[in-house]
């Protein structure tokens, strides 16, 4: 196996069980607090996460069926408003990120080595693999890992 794929898909499996570990190991989360008025909360942050999982799920299932497809890059205030994360209970936003992250994980395993290569088009970054969303998703995920770690210590 590709070691980028093997890297990719062994950190996307990973970061549902480090978050919950982070949130079941912790005391006295304060979903609601806010450190950095330009970040979402702890609660809001979950909603989040499991839209972006929504998210990376269609662009490579996209991308996978019809190689060059159109894929538009989505506005995280406009859908945190459309969705309206602050009425949102932080535990079933973290049961539908781990279900979110199984359905992507499910879809990124069926793929063969050649499938991880095909290329869509992003509306704001240009031409983009399989593999690069993915890449993005792991980065996203640890980044706001670290947000997590940091605002509940």
Request: charged share 25%.
């Amino acid at each position: 196996m590709n070691p980028n794929i093997y890297y990719v898909t062994h950190g996307l499996g990973a970061t549902p069980h480090v978050l919950k570990h982070i949130i079941q190991t912790a005391t006295n989360i304060d979903w609601v607090k806010q450190p950095d008025p330009e970040r979402f909360n702890l609660r809001d942050m979950m909603a989040h996460m499991a839209d972006m999982d929504e998210a990376w799920l269609e662009r490579v299932s996209s991308i996978s069926k019809q190689p060059g497809a159109l894929i538009v890059g989505r506005n995280p205030d406009e859908l945190a408003r459309i969705n309206q994360y602050e009425t949102l209970d932080p535990n079933d936003c973290l049961k539908r990120f781990l279900e979110n992250r199984s359905k992507l994980m499910a879809e990124l395993e069926s793929y063969t080595p050649e499938q991880w290569s095909i290329t869509g088009k992003h509306n704001e970054f240009g031409e983009v693999s399989i593999l690069q969303i993915t890449q993005f998703a792991l980065g996203h995920d640890g980044y706001h890992l670290r947000q997590t770690v940091e605002w509940i210590s």
